[in-house]
Structures are given as structure tokens and as C-alpha cells.
């Protein structure tokens, strides 16, 4: 059967953004799924799967549906030994919370803040009036004056990514020598603001900019499908 994956979109169906919802996209291929997406907006998200989760994603997988994109990741691990691992053995998992706990702490909050208006943009009127309760809620002010700040906040953000550049000096992946679920994590957070903004997040000769390049390459191509934001 095929798996579904509840992947959330804005006005264009066709440009799924979440981060959190590549990372699993990125899993489903690692793992040779076939797989469907059910596009889906944030009004919908309440009644994925009988109200399944207030979040995405969420997957059916035959008769378990599960949400959490790290829940998903392990499930797929646990339930698939016979599939390419996504962790690389217990240990591979540790360090994989671990990455994410650095994705979301130290990634996520700058995008959020960078792409905020252009996450706006993205929807359609309903959905627009919910992102922009909940995001001026949520930060404190406008949409406006949140992402007026990135230009002086953009130093600090590359220089945060530090660990990760040098760590890029000494293997080519944060699996090592091949992607693993650490790598889909970091590079949903970038996938997101890809798609949500054409606002240059890392200088060309980044490091990791390379290592993006190469994050879209995998899969054939499968993130790159989606066009960056013009």
C-alpha cells in the first residue's frame, strides 16, 4: 500500500514548504517508498486522519498513522530494517535529536523570522488571516516589523552555522559518508526558507551551501522539483 504523507502547502498546491514535512519526503525517498502527498493548508490540518495531530506531518502507512516528522523517521527505521537505514544503528538515532534540537534551536528562529512576510504571501485568504493571528501572537509584533530585523541579524545567523561548516571540512555529510535522517533535518530547515524567499540565507562559497547543492541532487533531484522562490 502506499504510504500517504499530509504535506502542507499554501495557495499553490504544487509548493509544499514545511520544513518539517521535507525532512520526511526526504526519509520516504532515503527509504524507497513510493509514496502520495495530500496537500493540505492550515485551516485543514485539524482533521488530517479523524484529527490525528494539530500539527504536520502525519503519514498513513497501511493501518498506523503516525505524526511527528521524528516519529515518523523512526517508524519507518523500526518497521523497514530491510530498507536503507535512515539513523545507521542507536546511536545514530541519539545523534540525530540531538541535530534537531540544534536545527530548531539555532535554524529554525531566524527563518521564521526571515521568511515571515513571504510565508504570508503564500497563502490564500483564509489561511493568511490564521498565519497572521497566530505569527503576530506568537512573536509580538507585526509580520512586517518581525522580518524588517533580518538584515541585522544575519551575521549572527551565518556565524551560528559555525559547528556545522567546519564540521563539513572533515566529511562531505552529517551522516558521514553518506546523507542520513541529520542531514534532512538541517536541510528542511534551508528547504523551507528555499521555497518560502528569495532572501540569501548563506554566501555562495559557503560550505554549506555545497552541501545544499548536494541535498537537492539526492533522490533525483526530488527537492530541487520545487523551484526555489523567485
Known sequence: MTILLYDLVGSDMTRPFS????KVAMALAHKGFEYRTVPTRFLEVPDIEGGASKTVPVIRDGDSVVADSF???????HAYLDR???FGGAGGEAHARFIERWSQLTIHPFISAAALT????????ANADYFRRSREARFGKTLEEVTAGRDAGLASFRASLEPLRSMLAYQPWIGGDGPLFADYIVFGALQW???ATPYQLL???DPIAAWFGRCLALHGGLASRVAAAA
Open 193 to 195: 526558507a528555499r521555497i
Open 71 to 77: 516519529a515518523i523517521a523512526l517508524h519507518l527505521e
Open 84 to 86: 536503507p537505514s535512515l
Open 19 to 22: 520544513p518539517h514535512c521535507w
Open 118 to 125: 513571504a510565508l504570508h504571501g503564500m497563502q490564500d485568504e
Open 203 to 205: 554566501d555562495d562559497a
